[in-house]
């Protein structure tokens, strides 16, 4: 394996679990021409952006940690398949599309063919919109935008998507079709974005979605809380991120909101699992991944992996582990021929962390597994147990025509 240094972050020299890694295969034979002993020789390169510094490294870190462990699984350990040396380099986004993109037209113009990660929507779309205009392969990381599904022929993605946790958080009531769905969120994009996500999903399933959102300085719940309750949902999904959080969880439960409905929110890494307070609880989860989730003997290889680098299973481990196996599935058949490589993707049924999961031909989605999730005290705080396993086809967004 060849790792171009000079893209490493600090921390990614430190610790193995925090590298961003990316395995290639030699196909059959050779492609793109030329003397085929030469080409089986030649590296293959590839690009991973994705943030090491900026307000989501954290989620990058564990992409990055998931992701070495997924070349170890797909590579048997070698680092490189049929003895073709990998050319890796290592970029950070910085949380910045303009970042992002300049970054990839200069891996892409060095003869880069297949680029991979991001945990931000906004640059994975214009990742994904570099991949169409100069014909490589981009496969996007945890980033969740629908966006990313059926964009175009050369985009693919290695996490979930919106729809997926809408979705999940959908079965909680069953079939949603007459139920009443409350979407409490801040009167932001972030929040807005959630409220049309759940009136697109579950308002297509036959529910009525109403939204009650709250101007992002808001300090005092009370009056929201009980407007919930006069609200008689059948769900309520909470949307919710910054400093006010728990305060706005602390009102919840003291308004009687978890008597009134389910609450349903999504779980987030590892660093959020106390956020909760005394509403820990009581509330129910969808969830993308936490360690332990699937049970499956791949994930038991990556949290070893994880362990023996002194990283732990988190949120987007999955989402780079599955980004390995793609890689190495994509060069192994497609060889450098990006066509091939896509043509080995579209379809492609596998076992990866979460149990079996597959690229669908259509449009690129990722049908897996979701997770119904409630938070219990352990020894260590608050921590998750598994309430139920969703099957993937429940939760597969309609098809992007």
Not at 158 to 168: M, P, W
Request: with cysteine; charged share 20%.
């Amino acid at each position: 394996m060849r790792v171009t240094p000079k893209y490493l972050a600090p921390a990614l020299v430190a610790a193995a679990a925090t590298a961003i890694t990316l395995a290639g295969c030699a196909p059959t034979t050779a492609g793109g021409g030329g003397d085929a002993d030469e080409a089986d020789a030649a590296p293959v390169a590839i690009g991973m952006i994705t943030s090491q510094t900026g307000p989501l490294a954290a989620y990058g870190e564990a992409y990055t940690a998931g992701f070495e462990a997924g070349l170890d699984y797909a590579t048997e350990g070698t680092g490189e398949v049929d003895g073709r040396e990998l050319d890796i380099t290592w970029e950070d986004d910085q949380g910045n599309p303009d970042t992002a993109v300049a970054k990839a037209k200069d891996l892409i113009g060095q003869g880069t063919k297949v680029l991979a990660g991001t945990v931000v929507s906004g640059i994975a779309t214009s990742l994904a919109e570099q991949a169409a205009q100069n014909e490589i392969l981009y496969i996007s990381g945890p980033a969740a935008t629908d966006a990313i599904t059926g964009v175009n022929d050369y985009t693919f993605r290695s996490g979930r998507q919106t729809y997926q946790d809408v979705a999940t958080a959908g079965t909680f009531i069953g079939d949603p079709e007459g139920k009443k769905v409350v979407v409490f969120a801040q009167d932001t994009a972030f929040g807005q974005g959630n409220l049309a996500g759940v009136q697109a999903v579950l308002g297509g399933q036959g529910a009525t979605v109403e939204g009650v959102l709250v101007a992002e300085d808001a300090t005092e719940f009370t009056p929201f809380a009980q407007q919930l309750v006069s609200a008689q949902p059948d769900l309520i999904f909470v949307a919710w991120a910054g400093a006010s959080s728990g305060a706005m969880w602390t009102a919840l439960e003291q308004q009687g909101v978890f008597d009134a409905a389910p609450v349903v929110t999504g779980l987030g890494d590892v660093a959020t699992y106390q956020a909760y307070g005394d509403a820990s609880g009581n509330i129910s989860f969808l969830n993308h991944y936490f360690g332990g989730a699937g049970g499956t003997d791949v994930e038991e290889a990556m949290i070893a992996h994880l362990e023996e680098n002194g990283a732990e299973p988190d949120l987007f481990s999955v989402d780079g582990f599955v980004a390995a196996q793609m890689i190495v599935q994509a060069v192994r058949e497609g060889g450098d021929d990006v066509e091939s490589m896509i043509d080995a993707l579209e379809g492609w049924s596998f076992e990866s962390v979460k149990g079996e999961v597959t690229v669908r031909a259509e449009d690129h989605a990722l049908i897996q597994p979701m997770y119904q999730v409630s938070l219990v005290e352990g020894d260590a705080g608050w921590e998750p147990e598994l309430v139920e396993t969703i099957d993937a086809e429940t939760v597969a967004p309609p098809v992007v025509d």
